[in-house]
């Protein structure tokens, strides 16, 4: 069975300030990122119609994001996946994957340097060195042919949100 593993970078978060969140966690994204990621996730569903299941990360600005795509991609509502945390390990990340693998098409919504290692990780099979860089509100897709594994991975594209808007 194919799966389609769709990679998506959270949009233009409120910079790290710990006087107003002191949970780090808990940092929103900014107005200017709320209307670029709506035109980007636009763009999203012309290349993404039919997504099955949406996991995000737990972290507030992810969360948003993942709203953003429900709301204008059409995509379902998220489900909060802890191992799409920003220090959890690749390894962990495709262990937790696993119980939705029942599914042809997964979106997956994180943070950086984490998505791309996790990209390097189910391309190559190493996490040794990054091999792409997603930017905010920039998304990824990843095909499998058969089960997903490290190294299993081909990449169909990989699109900054400038792009994504274009395709609106």
Same mark, same amino acid.
Request: glycine content about 6%; proline content about 8%.
């Given at each position: ?10 949009a233009? %978060? ?12 808990? $940092? ?5 990122? !709320? %209307? $670029? ?9 012309r290349?993404?119609? $039919?997504?099955? !299941? ?34 959890? %390990? ?12 029942s ?66």
């Amino acid at each position: 069975m194919s799966l389609d593993l769709y990679l998506v970078r959270h949009a233009i %978060a409120e910079d790290r300030d710990p006087e107003r969140w002191p949970d780090d966690r808990l $940092r929103p994204l900014t107005e200017k990122g !709320i %209307a $670029r990621f709506t035109a980007a996730a636009r763009g999203l569903r012309r290349l993404a119609p $039919r997504v099955e !299941i949406v996991l995000s990360s737990p972290l507030k600005r992810a969360h948003q994001t993942a709203e953003i795509l429900a709301a204008r991609a059409g995509w379902p509502a998220a489900q909060l996946l802890a191992a799409l945390a920003p220090e959890t %390990a690749p390894a962990e990340t495709v262990a937790a994957l696993q119980s939705f693998l029942s599914a042809r098409t997964l979106a997956l919504v994180g943070h950086e340097p984490h998505l791309s290692t996790l990209a390097g990780y189910l391309l190559t099979g190493t996490t040794s060195w990054p091999i792409l860089e997603l930017r905010k509100g920039g998304a990824a897709l990843l095909h499998f042919a058969d089960h997903l594994v490290p190294g299993g991975a081909t990449l169909r594209w990989l699109l900054p949100p400038r792009v994504l808007r274009r395709l609106e």
